[in-house]
């Protein structure tokens, strides 16, 4: 059986859309810098119960207070 995977990657440098977000399949945050916005938050939220997937990459110990 061969099956094939259509793959794309694109770098976001925007502002964070839901817009922009349904269109893909997996959203990937790399080591953010800065805590996300309420508004950011919220369309993270939304974009992960219409089914979208993150993955949040993050160095020891988490976010620094």
């Known amino acids: 059986k061969n099956i094939k995977y ?3 990657l694109s ?3 925007e502002k964070i859309s839901l817009e922009k977000l349904r269109k893909t399949n997996l959203f990937i945050l790399g080591g953010p810098r800065s805590l996300f ?7 993270l939220r939304q974009y992960l119960e219409e089914g ?3 993955l949040i990459l993050q160095g020891e110990g ?3 207070k």
């Open 6 to 8: 259509q793959k794309q």
């Open 11 to 13: 770098l976001l440098t």
């Open 37 to 43: 916005t309420n508004e950011e938050f919220e369309i």
């Open 52 to 54: 979208g997937n993150i």
């Open 62 to 64: 988490g976010e620094e």
